[in-house]
C-alpha cells in the first residue's frame, strides 16, 4: 500500500514564526502536492512537484513556497506564519498526471 | 475554468439502504475523476479511480460511473452501513491537477 506520512497531526504556532510541514512518501511517486483545506471552500491547491528540485504554483502559493530535494519528501513552508493560514493541511503523491492521488493524514494547524 | 459541484451537500439514511451520490464538472476535458472518503478530521482516502476512457469502477459495495460528455458522475452505495458514514469527495484530474468538489456529507443511522 502507498503510504503518505506528515510530520505532524496538530500543530500550533505564534503569528510570525517560520513553520515547515513535512511529508514523506514511500511509493517512489514523481508528482507531489500541498493543498489546504477550509470549510466553505474544499481543498485548494498550494504547490506541487513533478520532480525532485521542481515546484509549479497552484491556486494559493501566496505566503507559501516548498521545497523538494529528495524525490520522496516535499516540504511547504509558511515564510511568517499568520493567522489566515490556520487550517487543515494535506499532503498528496501520485505515480504520474494521471494516475491515482494518495493523501496523507493531514496536518491542523493554528496560528495564534 | 473546470468547477465541480457536489450534490446533495448532506444526506441522512437508515441503514440498508442504497443511494447515490452525484458529481459534476464544468469541463468534460478531463484525464480522470477520482472519489475519495474523509472522516472527521483526518486525510483523504481514495475510493475510486476512473480514467477518461472508461465508463465505471467498482470496489465491493461501492461502483462509480462516468459520463463525461455531460459532465456527471455518481457514486452508488448498496446496502449502507453506519461506518460508511463520512464526507464524500469527487475530484477530477484536470491538466496539472486534482479540482475538488465541496463534498457529500453522509450519515447512516442504525
Known amino acids: 500500500d502507498v503510504k503518505v506520512t506528515q510530520s505532524s497531526r496538530y500543530l500550533v504556532k505564534r503569528t510570525g514564526e517560520k513553520v515547515f510541514l513535512e511529508c514523506v512518501q514511500d511509493m517512489d511517486h514523481e508528482n507531489m502536492f500541498w493543498y489546504r483545506q477550509d470549510p466553505g471552500l474544499g481543498l485548494r491547491l498550494i504547490y506541487f512537484?513533478?520532480?525532485?528540485?521542481?515546484?509549479e504554483k497552484g491556486d494559493i502559493p501566496e505566503g507559501y513556497s516548498v521545497s523538494r530535494e529528495k524525490k520522496e519528501r516535499f516540504s511547504l513552508i509558511l515564510e511568517s506564519a499568520s493567522t489566515n493560514q490556520t487550517s487543515m493541511y494535506l499532503c498528496a503523491s501520485s505515480l504520474l498526471r494521471d494516475t491515482e492521488a494518495f493523501f496523507g493524514q493531514g496536518t491542523r494547524l493554528t496560528v495564534v | 475554468k473546470q468547477e465541480v459541484t457536489q450534490i446533495p451537500a448532506a444526506l441522512s439514511v437508515p441503514e440498508g439502504e442504497n443511494l447515490v451520490l452525484n458529481c459534476s464538472f464544468t469541463?468534460?476535458?478531463?484525464?480522470?475523476l477520482q472519489w475519495f472518503r474523509q472522516d472527521p478530521g483526518k486525510g483523504l482516502t481514495s475510493l475510486l479511480l476512473?480514467?477518461?476512457?472508461?465508463r465505471e469502477q467498482t470496489s465491493g459495495r461501492l461502483n462509480a460511473s462516468l459520463d463525461k460528455s455531460s459532465g456527471r458522475s455518481t457514486l452508488y452505495i448498496a446496502a449502507s452501513q453506519p461506518g460508511d458514514s463520512a464526507t464524500y469527495l469527487c475530484a477530477v484530474g484536470n491538466t496539472d491537477k486534482l479540482i475538488f468538489g465541496t463534498g457529500t456529507r453522509l450519515q447512516v443511522f442504525p
Open positions: 469541463d468534460s476535458a478531463i484525464y480522470n
Open positions: 512537484s513533478y520532480d525532485v528540485k521542481m515546484k
Open positions: 476512473i480514467q477518461s476512457s472508461q
